[in-house]
Nanobody, 124 residues
Framework: QVQLVESGGGLVQAGGSLRLSCAAS?????MGWFRQAPGKEREFVSA????????AYADSVKGRFTISRDTAGTTVVLQMNSLKREDTAVYYC????????????????????WGQGTQVTVSS
């Protein structure tokens, strides 16, 4: 069983930046970030293929967030800039054991491995 460990969450003022990292203990292919705000369902934020060549973003974060992964493929980073209050949520890293070089998914049920979540709070 692959373990995913997120880090980098915290408290930041609106307009600021945070960098989330997710370290996998083993091989994962497509990886993604999801978030859940209080009283809301978990939603897709961003995803990246194993090769790193394909990425996807929710409309709400497009142009502000950037996802990337290292060459070993075991660490995924979500760079979050121009943060807004509505970005406040628990952010979860997700990984898939399904082999594919260029595929990713925006759907939760595609991902088998999940991190414990890291809190991001954006203040005004």
């Amino acid at each position: 069983q692959v373990q995913l460990v997120e880090s980098g969450g915290g408290l930041v003022q609106a307009g600021g930046s945070l960098r989330l990292s997710c370290a996998a203990s083993g091989r994962t292919y497509a990886m993604g970030w999801f978030r859940q705000a209080p009283g809301k369902e978990r939603e897709f934020v961003s995803a990246i293929s194993w090769s790193g060549g394909r990425t996807a973003y929710a409309d709400s974060v497009k142009g502000r967030f950037t996802i990337s992964r290292d060459t070993a493929g075991t660490t995924v980073v979500l760079q979050m800039n121009s943060l807004k209050r509505e970005d406040t949520a628990v952010y979860y890293c997700a990984g898939s054991p399904s082999y594919s070089s260029g595929y990713y998914s925006t759907e939760e049920n595609y991902y088998h491995y999940w991190g414990q979540g890291t809190q991001v709070t954006v203040s005004s």
